[in-house]
């Protein structure tokens, strides 16, 4: 029993493997490839512990191909050669499959270094990855593999893995392992979908369990004390946290309090007040603007506060400010306005700044149109007159567009009301 539980219940077949159903259900398409034998290079895609390397140790199981296994961490370019060099050699009769784990920390000219072989068949690779292979791998390995994403194992799931791994710890120890049906719940849904961290915590919930002789008790006490810092997939520089920060504010836009709620709680359970407190200022700016712009600088006393608190009171500011931005009416005329000003100006369109707007200086004498001309609105009615202010060039540029909010909708009424006289 030295080795990990999860690598003593490595599953027989297909339908051992708990989760990814939509990869390896029936009729389903990465399933039919491994059905058919012919295993093409593939990379597997998605956050640890939900099957990547026990799939990808299964497809070696089921090949006729020698099974080698490298981790990007620790291999180098010459653990690389040492493998090629084996095509040559007995063991390379029927071909190679390369298990590369974390492919993603290989630099571009390891990544190289497996094309030639990879492209003439000689060895099939199967790389695994936690991060986006469009952003980590390098393209000509890309343009040679399928990508499969493998997502998050949902707790029904993860309770079939949890059962299995308390029998066969039963089986080990020749003993009656007694352990409630709310343990087993809490472990399959407070490991966050990481099957690997389920049966770690299955292993030590025993291993620290109450032994009689005649059989072993596990408590509810001690495996809440074993999870309960696990149900929450964080890594400030990993996809997982760009999903929360994204679903956050999206949660916010679309008036989902109770999802904003949730995801705030995710980022604050990390530690990443930072991330919180910024997409609730973009939040209130982009999505609630000009439909409500007194939140802007309400958001921005809520976030002063919870810096200047820290956590654990930093939740507060920050739940209030976060109910009443997913509350609040919306708007994200300002956002268009602005991105279509960038487009124009990022496009090269511009041109001289009207004569009447720029700083006065002095005039040569050889400019026949002398003065600056520029006209002082608050000279005028209603403190507004017409002149030109944008470039001859887009001059007849149009931005902004009232959203059809009570508050611009005023703004509009007045401004018609005025330009119309």
């Not at 791994?165 to 990481?194: M, P, Q, T």
């Not at 696990?230 to 996809?239: E, I």
């Amino acid at each position: 029993m030295s080795s990990p539980l999860a690598d003593r219940l490595r599953p027989q077949s297909l339908d051992d493997i708990v989760g990814q159903k939509h990869l390896i259900g029936e009729n389903k398409p990465l399933r039919r490839i491994i059905e058919s034998g012919k295993i093409p290079n593939l990379i597997f895609y998605g956050p640890s512990g939900v099957g990547k390397t026990t799939l990808a140790s299964y497809i070696a199981k089921v090949t006729n191909r020698t099974f080698k296994k490298l981790n990007g961490t620790t291999a180098s370019t010459s653990d690389i050669k040492e493998i090629f060099a084996s095509l040559d050699t007995f063991e390379g009769i029927n071909g190679i499959l390369l298990y590369l784990d974390e492919i993603q920390y290989l630099n571009k000219k390891q990544q190289q270094t497996l094309l030639e072989y990879i492209e003439n068949g000689k060895i099939t690779l199967i790389a695994s990855t936690t991060e986006n292979p469009y952003f980590y791998v390098y393209n000509a390995i890309l343009s040679r593999s399928t990508v499969f994403e493998f997502k998050s194992v949902d707790k029904d799931e993860i309770k079939k893995a949890v059962l299995r791994a308390y029998r066969i710890l039963s089986e080990e120890y020749e003993k009656e392992i007694v352990v409630s049906d709310d343990a087993i719940n809490h472990i399959s849904f407070a490991c966050g979908g990481d099957v690997r961290k389920s049966l770690n915590a299955v292993e030590l919930s025993v291993l620290s369990a109450d032994d009689d002789g005649e059989k072993i008790t596990v408590s509810d006490e001690a495996v809440r004390e074993l999870t309960q810092k696990s149900a929450n997939r964080y890594d400030k520089d990993g996809d997982e946290h760009y999903d929360i920060v994204s679903a956050y504010q999206k949660s916010m836009r679309g008036s989902d309090v109770d999802a904003a709620l949730h995801y705030l709680a995710r980022l604050l359970d990390a530690g990443d007040l930072m991330s919180a407190c910024r997409r609730l200022l973009v939040c209130a700016c982009e999505d609630v603007g000009l439909a409500y712009p007194q939140i802007m600088p309400i958001v921005k006393s809520c976030v002063d506060i919870a810096l200047q608190v820290g956590l654990p009171e930093a939740r507060l500011a920050l739940a209030d400010a976060v109910i009443m931005v997913a509350l609040a009416p919306k708007s994200n005329s300002g956002h268009d306005a602005i991105n279509a000003a960038m487009r124009d100006v990022q496009m090269g369109k511009g041109g001289a700044i009207p004569r009447q707007l720029q700083n006065m200086h002095y005039d040569g004498e050889d400019n026949k149109n002398k003065g600056q001309h520029y006209i002082y609105p608050h000279d005028y009615p209603d403190h507004y007159t017409y002149q030109q202010y944008l470039p001859d060039s887009l001059k007849n540029a149009k931005y902004y567009e009232y959203g059809d909010n009570k508050v611009e909708q005023a703004y509009k009424a007045y401004w018609d009301k005025i330009k119309n006289k």
